[in-house]
């Protein structure tokens, strides 16, 4: 039996590996990809279904027609004395743990006007569900050029099947953790193919505390902190699993009770399907932070979030636990962070520090990590130039042709 016959189609239902593999690739930008990514955009926006869930409602309004013109236009200023092309066929390994993922990596490849080949996870969840019929939709009604270069497909891990999708790639684009990374790296690309990895990452938040303090609308920076750690149990890449206050002694004092409970008050209104096991975690987590690093523990009223303050060497490991676990910790300034700052670091949601002061520690710590900066409330917003990577051009070849005008 050839490997190949394992693979199912999830979109569109009833396509064709070799049907796939044969497809040419579009331009950049195609009117026709432009399209059909508004229309998917729409319809995620007109589900009732689909505005239950914000990850989903978030995908919608990335996938509206001004921001793919503001990313064209960034595309088109890059290089206008050369000329952009796809890749060939793009091999996207999907990652479990965030279900939209794999659409925006499929969207932007399509916009680079690659061919794709995405292997989503076979963990079904309701979300993920959800988004494929409503994609399936959209794709149906598409035309059979738009449909040729989109291949959605599910199969058990099986590494003959993913070595010989591997071979046929010239892009391979690996969303998982250190683990997925090194498992997939055991498929060797062709001698002319690439690869994106985006492997394990710590993301956290920065808060200055005079300005915490002086703030006099705590309620929704809360709400947004909450949305930006909560949603997919906090396991997503971006979602800070720390929090560093920036100030002295006396300030951080009285913002972080503030805080913490301002935010306990979020995470109980969000009802986000808080589980038993997950209570049970993260005592486990607080018992064994206060007993093994002394930490001490943040007194709140509920379990929907656990915190407990850290001594400033443990900034960036593993925290043990996700759902609402945090460990706090304290700096004067934030050249502080420099020494602490690892290749791993994402994202920092920031609240209360400018961006003349972040711009002043990048460039005087030269930290080996931290590839965005956000506000509160932005750091589950996918970006075309994600980790330190630009999609569009990764996913691109740039073509220079040097010859006379005619």
């Not at 997503?236 to 560093?244: E, F, H, M, N």
């Not at 109980?268 to 093994?292: I, P």
Request: aromatic share 8%; with cysteine.
């Amino acid at each position: 039996m050839n490997s190949l016959d394992k693979v199912r189609f999830v979109v569109p239902e009833g396509a064709n590996i070799d049907a796939l593999l044969a497809q040419r690739p579009l331009a950049p930008f195609d009117p026709a990809v432009i399209e059909f990514i508004e229309r998917l955009g729409k319809a995620l926006m007109a589900s009732p279904q689909a505005r239950r869930h914000p990850e989903l409602v978030a995908l919608g309004f990335w996938a509206r027609g001004a921001n793919i013109k503001r990313m064209k236009d960034r595309f088109d200023a890059q290089y206008p004395d050369a000329l952009r092309l796809a890749r060939g066929l793009a091999f996207h390994i999907a990652p479990s743990n965030v279900d939209t993922i794999f659409v925006y990596s499929l969207l932007l490849s399509m916009l680079a006007g690659n061919v794709n080949l995405v292997r989503m996870s076979s963990r079904a969840a309701q979300q993920s569900d959800l988004l494929n019929d409503i994609l399936k939709q959209v794709v149906e009604a598409s035309s059979a050029r738009l449909r040729g270069i989109i291949g959605i497909v599910r199969y058990e891990h099986d590494q003959s099947i993913t070595d010989a999708f591997s071979r046929h790639c010239d892009v391979r684009v690996v969303w998982g953790g250190d683990g997925t990374v090194e498992l997939i790296r055991k498929s060797p690309l062709s001698p002319g193919g690439t690869e994106l990895t985006f492997p394990n990452k710590y993301s956290l938040a920065v808060v200055d505390a005079k300005a915490w303090l002086a703030n006099e609308n705590k309620t929704p920076v809360a709400r947004d902190f909450v949305n930006d750690s909560l949603w997919f149990g906090q396991m997503a890449c971006s979602s800070p699993r720390a929090l560093v206050w920036r100030g002295s002694a006396y300030d951080i004092a009285a913002a972080s009770t503030d805080f913490w409970h301002h935010v306990e008050a979020g995470a109980r209104e969000a009802n986000l399907g808080w589980e038993d096991a997950g209570a049970v975690a993260k005592l486990l987590a607080e018992q064994d932070n206060a007993v093994s690093v002394h930490a001490s523990v943040v007194p709140l009223e509920t379990n929907f979030i656990s915190v407990v303050r850290c001594p400033i060497a443990l900034l960036g490991e593993p925290n043990g636990t996700g759902g609402g676990f945090f460990r706090e910790f304290h700096v004067a300034a934030l050249e502080e962070l420099g020494a602490s700052a690892r290749r791993n670091w994402q994202t920092v949601a920031s609240f209360g520090v400018p961006k003349g002061d972040w711009q002043a520690f990048l460039l005087n710590a030269q930290p080996q990590g931290i590839d965005r900066i956000v506000p509160f409330g932005h750091a589950l917003n996918f970006n075309a130039i994600w980790d330190g990577i630009d999609f569009l051009t990764s996913l691109t070849r740039i073509v220079v042709i040097d010859a006379p005008q005619d």
